[in-house]
């Protein structure tokens, strides 16, 4: 059985798993595999799970916020914010919709930041604007 590289990257570690047999994965256009031997291809991965088979071992789970996919010469690169790896897919799915959860609060927050944030300049450009005198 042909095998190829997983090299794993994130923002605090980098982690090399040798014979994988398959991977699947999930891009803006849906999912899709590689085996050993694919040609070469660069995709974003969504946020979700990836999965990965080392020959003919159980399925490990990859969860991911998004991801850069690149895959030359059997060896497959995923470069990435942080990623987490389990062979329970309920354990890992559970993990995966609190990281959702906790993202889509802090982006709320982020955008009513942004939001007060605009409104205290608008605030501002009016009343400078009314302060001023007319230049003729």
């Known amino acids: 059985m042909k095998t190829f590289s997983l090299h794993l ?3 605090e570690k980098n982690q090399q798993i040798d014979g994988l047999s398959t991977f699947v994965g999930e891009d803006e ?3 899709f595999g590689i085996l050993a031997g694919h040609a070469r291809m660069m995709s974003s991965l969504v946020f979700g799970l990836a999965r990965f088979r080392i020959r003919g071992n159980p399925w490990q789970y990859l969860a991911l916020p998004g991801a850069l996919l690149y895959f030359v010469d059997n060896k ?8 987490m790896i389990s062979d329970d897919y309920e354990e890992i799915s559970a993990i995966l919709q609190q990281q959702l959860v906790t993202e889509e609060t802090e982006q709320q927050e982020i955008k009513k930041s942004l939001r007060k944030m605009e409104q205290e300049l608008l605030k501002r450009l009016w009343e400078g604007s009314r302060d001023r005198k007319p230049l003729f």
């Open 9 to 11: 990257q994130d923002a």
């Open 29 to 31: 256009s849906g999912s």
């Open 76 to 83: 497959l690169s995923i470069s990435t914010e942080r990623y």
